[in-house]
């Protein structure tokens, strides 16, 4: 499955991602990428842990429902 990051305007491939977690920042939350590689990407920026959570929950139930893309607009 493919995640599209609209703002950034590119897509991730999440054959290439061993996880996707969120990370509490001072000012928000960031959704991030690990990748195979070891790299980190950060896929969107919340302005809280809930509403980056929630976009987390999104993507996994596009992929458990076998959907090939989502497309993630982050609020920030």
């Known amino acids: 499955?493919?995640?599209?990051?609209?703002?950034?305007?590119?897509g991730l491939n999440l054959d290439h991602v061993t996880r996707l977690?969120?990370?509490?920042?001072?000012?928000?939350?960031a959704l991030k990428a690990e990748m195979a590689t070891?790299?980190?990407?950060?896929?969107?920026y919340y302005d809280d842990k809930p509403a980056a959570l929630a976009s987390l929950n999104r993507?996994?139930?596009?992929?458990?429902?076998?959907?090939a893309l989502v497309r993630i607009t982050?609020?920030?």
């Open 21 to 29: 977690f969120v990370e509490v920042t001072g000012s928000g939350a």
């Open 59 to 67: 993507i996994m139930k596009e992929k458990e429902a076998g959907s």
């Open 1 to 10: 499955m493919w995640i599209y990051i609209e703002r950034e305007s590119v």
């Open 38 to 44: 070891g790299k980190t990407l950060m896929v969107g």
């Open 74 to 76: 982050p609020e920030a």
